[in-house]
Nanobody, 119 residues
Framework: QVQLVESGGGFVQAGGSLNLSCTAS????????MGWFRQPPGKRREMVAR???????GYGDSVKGRFVISEDFAKNIVYLQMSALKPEDTAVYYC?????????????WGQGTQVTVSS
């Protein structure tokens, strides 16, 4: 089993920046991809950014050019640098991990961390 623990998040004004991190533990040898999803209030969960052990990266359209995902797979940590934040970025952000980048979503989830962007 894989456990994911997020840190970071919080409250920021529009145009500001926040950083998230997620640390994996447990059966980390099974992890081939880590990433972030988010769920805005009253909306469906959506992919934000994902990165594989081989360096393949994908971003959701709404965050391209503003968010940057990076990783330290040796330490089983993934980071999300968020800049130029908008009120519509307000959501619970979830860390996600799985075996393959080519699966749309991994099987393992963190507990989520709230990001609130004020206008």
């Amino acid at each position: 089993q894989v456990q994911l623990v997020e840190s970071g998040g919080g409250f920021v004004q529009a145009g500001g920046s926040l950083n998230l991190s997620c640390t994996a533990s447990g059966r980390t040898s099974a992890i081939g991809v880590m990433g972030w999803f988010r769920q805005p209030p009253g909306k469906r969960r959506e992919m934000v950014a994902r990165i594989s052990r081989r360096g393949t990266i994908g971003y959701g359209d709404s965050v391209k050019g503003r968010f940057v995902i990076s990783e330290d797979f040796a330490k089983n940590i993934v980071y999300l640098q968020m800049s130029a934040l908008k009120p519509e970025d307000t959501a619970v952000y979830y860390c996600n991990a799985g075996g393959s980048y080519w699966d749309a979503v991994g099987n393992h989830w963190g507990q989520g961390t709230q990001v609130t962007v004020s206008s």
